[in-house]
């Protein structure tokens, strides 16, 4: 394990700042290269500016710093790729296929994260089975469902260990996400603690599978430290944390804060939101490597709430 050295892409984003947080941790910081297409401002960690449109700047950093494993965060999501499809798509697909071809090259654990957003309206809304129809209706679930084939592909042609979730909403207090249809689920807490009126862009009822980020950090590291044999989905596996609506996630805060308020102004992101399952069948991961989540709404809820809180008033004083 210590001899790992492990480049993550898009590290600067929602779930790769608390991901390097967490391999920094376990194999030590100067086993983490944290790329991204902008510098973090952080100088205290390794760090090396990354568009991953560049395959030849990929691979300059591969051998420079001797990387073993990449994770490849970076992406387009959901809400944001229907604003820009194509620019969405090929930062999407070209970012990933560099990806594959350099583990190829250098042979290269690989993890690449995919979606509840390869799912469509043609599929079962709830407990989407693993294998369902992939019909999805965003450019983001397009590319995703491309990519999932891809990494199977690279994995039976060329050997390529490549490994993958299919990501409900994350839920954090650790970083902001950008550009997703699941962003609202943390935006709320942050107007909650804030003592604001949050307005909602999804419905009241609109239910979504849903995950606490320290169980899709743990999730992430347990598939990707499984012994090979043990992975035998090579496209991606459904991963299930929880599920809820707005209008629950209100009623909990509510228990916390009675004052706090939310006012409801669905706009194009109910329309991605219909189109994804309410709940996930996980039943592969949890048989084939051990997988099990550990937080639901309550939980969340109350974890949340005291970081935010922790949060805010260190901001103020
Ligand atoms: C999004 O909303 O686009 C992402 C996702 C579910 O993949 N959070």
């Not at 902008?38 to 449109?53: T, W």
């Not at 994770?71 to 990933?96: D, R």
């Amino acid at each position: 394990m210590e001899t790992e050295t492990i480049l993550v892409t898009g590290a600067n984003g929602q779930i790769g700042t608390v991901l390097t947080e967490e391999l920094r941790r376990r194999y030590g910081a100067s086993a983490v290269l944290s790329t991204d297409i902008r510098h973090s401002g952080n100088n205290n960690i390794l760090f090396e500016e990354l568009d991953v449109m560049y395959k030849d700047r990929l691979a300059v950093l591969i051998k420079k710093y001797g990387v073993s494993q990449i994770y490849h965060l970076a992406a387009i999501l959901s809400a944001k790729g229907e604003q820009n499809p194509k620019w969405a798509w090929e930062i999407n697909m070209a970012g990933l296929f560099n990806i594959l071809e350099v583990a190829r090259e250098f042979n290269l654990r690989v993890f690449f994260p995919s979606s509840i957003a390869v799912f469509g309206g043609m599929t079962p809304r709830v407990n989407t089975p693993q294998y369902a129809v992939l019909q999805p209706e965003t450019v983001y679930g397009i590319s995703k469902v491309a990519g999932e084939n891809w990494c199977q592909y690279f994995h039976q042609k060329y050997g390529v260990d490549v490994r993958s979730v299919r990501y409900p909403g994350i839920i954090g207090y650790q970083s902001l996400p950008g550009g997703g249809t699941t962003d609202y689920a943390v935006e709320i807490f942050h107007s909650a603690v804030k003592g604001e009126t949050f307005e909602c862009f999804l419905e009241p009822d609109s239910r979504l599978p849903m995950m606490y980020m320290a169980d899709a950090i743990r999730a992430t590291l347990e598939l990707m430290e499984a012994p090979g044999e043990d992975v035998k989905i090579r496209s991606s596996y459904n991963l299930a944390g929880t599920n809820f609506t707005p209008a629950e996630v209100v009623r909990e805060i509510q228990k916390h804060i009675p004052e706090f308020k939310a006012t409801y102004k669905p706009d194009f992101r109910q329309q991605i939101a219909a189109s994804w399952p309410e709940s996930i069948d996980d039943g592969h991961a949890r048989e084939d490597w051990g997988w099990a989540p550990e937080f639901g709404l309550p939980e969340i809820t109350a974890d949340m709430l005291a970081h935010l809180r922790e949060y805010y008033q260190a901001t103020i004083s």
